[in-house]
């Protein structure tokens, strides 16, 4: 198994910041990205803040497996192994500031499937970091595109899940 750096990752440049929540949501809107509920919640927290200057974050996108957890992880497990390798958590606006740079994000799978209480297959979460420990309120945003439609979703996870090792995370490279 190939740990990160050794090991296959994506990386991209955002920018992130210059806008306010709500001409954010608007460009989201503009470009026809759907949220859900979670979502819906964690972008309209007060928690969730954006930043009036504009910046360049370099991101990089790998799986569990390429942190180390060839059996999976918990979202703090991940994280400390992350930071271990110079990995640092992303600002929760980095998640639809990303949605709006990555629209061409290959189709995810849409049926039933079985995997209940799990990552979606295609999807990536963004590693940010845990607003509260309130195990109904969303931890964070993914990226989904289904049917193609581009999806900005929150999602809810206790500190006991754990993470498949095919699951995939973005982080910010400093």
């Given at each position: 198994?190939?740990?990160?750096?050794?090991?296959?990752?994506?990386?991209?440049?955002?920018?992130?910041?210059?806008?306010?929540?709500?001409?954010?949501?608007?460009?989201?809107?503009?470009?026809?990205?759907?949220?859900?509920?979670?979502?819906?919640?964690?972008?309209?927290?007060?928690?969730?803040?954006?930043?009036?200057?504009?910046?360049?974050?370099?991101?990089?996108?790998?799986?569990?497996?390429?942190?180390?957890?060839?059996?999976g992880a918990t979202t703090?497990?991940?994280?400390?192994?992350?930071?271990?390798?110079?990995?640092?958590?992303?600002?929760?606006?980095?998640?639809?500031?990303?949605?709006?740079?990555?629209?061409?994000?290959?189709?995810?799978?849409?049926?039933?499937?079985?995997?209940?209480?799990?990552?979606?297959?295609?999807?990536?979460?963004?590693?940010?970091?845990?607003?509260?420990?309130?195990?109904?309120?969303?931890?964070?945003?993914?990226?989904?595109?289904?049917?193609?439609?581009?999806?900005?979703?929150?999602?809810?996870?206790?500190?006991?899940?754990?993470?498949?090792?095919?699951?995939?995370?973005?982080?910010?490279?400093?």
């Open positions: 198994m190939q740990i990160y750096p050794d090991g296959p990752f994506i990386t991209r440049t955002v920018e992130v910041g210059g806008l306010a929540k709500s001409q954010l949501l608007q460009k989201l809107q503009q470009y026809s990205i759907l949220m859900n509920e979670y979502g819906e919640r964690l972008f309209a927290d007060d928690r969730f803040t954006t930043s009036d200057r504009v910046s360049s974050l370099k991101t990089v996108e790998l799986t569990v497996m390429n942190l180390g957890f060839h059996d703090e497990q991940l994280f400390k192994r992350a930071r271990s390798l110079g990995l640092e958590l992303c600002p929760h606006e980095l998640g639809p500031h990303l949605r709006l740079k990555y629209l061409d994000q290959p189709e995810g799978f849409s049926g039933n499937t079985t995997k209940q209480q799990q990552a979606p297959t295609g999807s990536i979460t963004i590693a940010s970091e845990i607003l509260t420990e309130d195990d109904d309120f969303p931890k964070g945003f993914y990226l989904r595109r289904i049917n193609g439609v581009l999806w900005l979703r929150g999602y809810i996870a206790d500190h006991l899940h754990v993470w498949n090792p095919e699951d995939r995370f973005i982080f910010i490279k400093l």
